[in-house]
């Protein structure tokens, strides 16, 4: 790297407010991994501890926070975390490129609309008939597209990533490896003593800018579509069942699970393994907390948590009441005691047990 520390605050649009602006910035790192000579940022205050033991020589912060060792070099910013990503993309490792073209392993249906001159199609990948592939599109090694699926400008399907029949991509959609879009939902009539298959004819429809992390599942609708908003971001491990609707740029965490029919508005955020009961409403810039249990409508802005979930508050208090059960108990256990006392007379046995009972 070895730049001075002035380049980088013009980068960044930043401002040095300590330290010297020709002092030789010779890499970048995290708070906890930085050594002398490279530079570091502050996003979330919770690790301003941490900043304090750090060994790095300068740091990136918001124009804001005061509390910073006094042997660091500081440039301020209105986005850390958003003004720290412009140096890894000027100074990191140089991404991979790939020239346009169709490996000659992989299998392009005649039938398939692609410009070979404008695409990257790898080692492997299987395009079926009908399948329309916007310009500036990567289809790396594995890849399956499914007949008549239609992908938009600029798409990136990473290896062995999975986009079934009739699915219809926006533009920059990226697909990490292991996805599956376009599994038939999960729905089955029980009939004559057995689960009968029941047909899943929709799509899934994923809006531009939509990422969707590995081993991620979103199944197709029965009928018309499973809906995944414009910049929306969904991580590893998810499963959205048929025929959801989630809105614009809201952020599913891993291990969440959204049972079928559910809607999600805009700007909706759940955390690791919340989970989500059916046929529900979800309103705009709702939070559920990790591990949630949605299972009624949540019509309002706000923060959620526990299970049922509730406003932070109340659930907070509701995931404490558990812990100070065994107090309770013997609390309890003290005061019958003390009114057996004031009556002249021990607990009968039966209360006593009932209370160790309790208290075990």
Known sequence: MNTSLNKI???????????????VVTGFNSIQEAEPGEITFLGNPRYAVALQKSSASAVIVDRQFTDLPPSMAVIRVENPTLKFSTIIQRYGPPKQTFDPGVHPTAFVSPKAQINVDMTYVGPNVVIEDGAIIGDGSFIH????????????????IHANAVVKERCKLGNRVIIHSGAIIGTDGFGYEFSEGKHLKIDQVGIVQLDDDVEVGSCTTIDRARFGRTWIGEGTKIDNLVQIAHNCVIGKHCVIVAQVGISGSTRLGDFVTMAGQVGVAGHLTIGNKVTFLAKSGVTKDYPAPGAYTGYPAKPLIEGRRMLTYPARVPELLDRVKELEERLAALDGKKPTKRKKAKAEGAAE
């Open 141 to 156: 090694a594995g890849a399956f597209i499914g007949r008549n699926t239609r992908l938009g400008a600029k798409c990136v």
């Open 9 to 23: 605050a013009l980068l960044v649009e930043g401002e040095i407010t300590a330290g010297d602006p020709d002092m």
